[in-house]
Nanobody, 125 residues
């Protein structure tokens, strides 16, 4: 059974920071593209950030540019997203996802094969 496991969510005040982690369980994915999405009740899951772990290329949605940083460990297994200057509108369930896509970093949910269960991030004002 292939699983991705997120960790690092929690409650933080506006302006604070959190670091989310995503690691595979049951199988190791080296390389490929890891993406982070978020979802709030009643809304579609939206792309937040992605990284091509083969060449380090990154992509961010406009609303998090300059505040979030996505990275992978040297073994290219665990992926992180450092979230700084958090805002109440960043409150959501955050999901990581993986694909072997050789064609850049997908920004839609259909571009990914495996998903985590999500971790809640709550930013209080």
């Amino acid at each position: 059974q292939v699983q991705l496991v997120e960790s690092g969510g929690g409650l933080v005040q506006a302006g604070g920071s959190l670091r989310l982690s995503c690691a595979p369980s049951g199988r190791t994915f080296r390389g490929g593209v890891m993406g982070w999405f978020r979802q709030t009740p009643g809304k579609e899951r939206e792309f937040v950030a992605g990284i091509n772990r083969a060449d380090g290329t990154t992509s961010y949605t406009n609303s998090v540019k300059g505040r979030f940083t996505i990275s992978s460990d040297s073994a290219k297994i665990t992926t992180y997203v450092q979230m700084d200057s958090l805002k109440p509108e960043d409150t959501a369930v955050y999901y990581c996802a993986w694909t072997a896509s050789p064609l850049g970093i997908p920004t839609t949910t259909t571009g990914y094969i495996y998903w985590g269960q999500g971790t809640q991030v709550t930013v209080s004002s």
